[in-house]
Nanobody
């Protein structure tokens, strides 16, 4: 059974930075594609960034140039480095793993999900 545990969420001022982490267990990170999504209450969950196991990362247009996804396969951890944060980046951030096909940035493309970590950006 694959488990994902996110951490690193916090409250920051606009323009600040955060790094989120997602620890995966039950499966080697090296063999799976993993992604970050975010969701605001009342809105659909949206894809943010994907770390693909055999290809270059994928980013949502809204975060390109500000967010960087990376991984440490030895530690089985996925990261999301977020810079120049904006109030619109405020959301619950979720980690997802094991791509099942389709659009990389859609929720239906992943089998496993974490519980989320909250990011709040104030102006």
């Amino acid at each position: 059974q694959v488990q994902l545990v996110e951490s690193g969420g916090d409250s920051v001022q606009a323009g600040g930075s955060l790094r989120l982490s997602c620890a995966i267990s039950g499966r080697s990170a090296r063999s799976v594609s993993m992604a970050w999504f975010r969701q605001v209450v009342g809105k659909e969950r949206e894809g943010v960034a994907v770390s693909r196991s055999t290809d270059s990362p994928v980013y949502a247009d809204s975060v390109k140039g500000r967010f960087t996804v990376s991984r440490d396969n030895a530690k089985n951890i996925l990261y999301l480095e977020m810079n120049n944060l904006k109030p619109d980046d405020s959301a619950m951030y979720y980690c997802a793993a094991l791509f099942r096909g389709g659009d990389w940035l859609t929720t239906g493309a992943y089998y496993y999900w974490g519980q989320g970590t909250q990011v709040t950006v104030s102006s």
